[in-house]
């Protein structure tokens, strides 16, 4: 009996395993070669009209050695939104750049005001950007190897915040960590 709980535990554990590798996109480790990405959420709190909106985000470049290409991405949050009585934001544009050795390769960008406006905290994260509340937005880019260098994902907020009068900002965001070819 001590046998048939083993091999049904092993077994558990087993469909368990393969349940989270297949719910949550966990590849085997021999499989592809891992995203490079920030080590930590940026972060920005933004004192609006509103509530004070905190956006967090993380950028990342990977990989995909059957193809060469090297794809941008980024993911994160906002919190504090949703009051679009006031409305926090006039513009809230994320630029995303694929680079190789600092020079731009694709630049992809996304409008976040309206889900901003009218969502007080969502998350995102690249199979989500299309889809935002925000409108059309692709985030994803890519661009095959075509010679040497350091590739990164790197990026830029363009913001205004609603009646302070002082027009567009940019938060410039720290890129991720690269690939060297």
């Given at each position: 009996?001590?046998?048939?709980?083993?091999?049904?535990?092993?077994?558990?554990?087993?469909?368990?395993?393969?349940?989270?590798?297949?719910?949550?996109?966990?590849?085997?480790?021999?499989?592809?070669?891992?995203?490079?990405?920030?080590?930590?959420?940026?972060?920005?709190?933004?004192?609006?009209?509103?509530?004070?909106?905190?956006?967090?985000?993380?950028?990342?470049?990977?990989?995909?050695?059957?193809?060469?290409?090297?794809?941008?991405?980024?993911?994160?949050?906002?919190?504090?939104?949703?009051?679009?009585?006031?409305?926090?934001?006039?513009?809230?544009?994320?630029?995303?750049?694929?680079?190789?050795?600092?020079?731009?390769?694709?630049?992809?960008?996304?409008?976040?005001?309206?889900?901003?406006?009218?969502?007080?905290?969502?998350?995102?994260?690249?199979?989500?950007?299309?889809?935002?509340?925000?409108?059309?937005?692709?985030?994803?880019?890519?661009?095959?190897?075509?010679?040497?260098?350091t590739w990164t994902a790197?990026?830029?907020i363009i913001y205004n915040?609603?009646?302070?009068?002082?027009?567009?900002?940019?938060?410039?965001?720290?890129?991720?960590?690269?690939?060297?070819?």
């Amino acid at each position: 009996m001590t046998w048939l709980k083993r091999a049904g535990a092993t077994a558990l554990t087993g469909g368990v395993a393969l349940a989270c590798a297949t719910t949550f996109g966990v590849a085997p480790a021999t499989a592809a070669v891992p995203d490079k990405c920030n080590a930590n959420y940026q972060s920005k709190t933004f004192d609006t009209p509103g509530s004070n909106v905190t956006f967090k985000i993380k950028l990342c470049v990977s990989l995909n050695s059957s193809t060469g290409k090297y794809h941008a991405y980024a993911m994160g949050s906002w919190s504090g939104g949703g009051n679009y009585v006031v409305g926090e934001m006039d513009k809230f544009l994320l630029g995303l750049r694929l680079e190789r050795s600092d020079a731009l390769m694709r630049y992809e960008s996304c409008e976040f005001r309206s889900g901003i406006n009218w969502i007080e905290a969502d998350s995102f994260k690249p199979s989500d950007i299309p889809t935002i509340i925000s409108g059309e937005c692709d985030l994803n880019t890519d661009s095959t190897n075509s010679g040497g260098g350091t590739w990164t994902a790197d990026g830029k907020i363009i913001y205004n915040i609603n009646n302070d009068g002082d027009g567009d900002k940019t938060w410039e965001l720290g890129g991720s960590p690269g690939y060297i070819d």
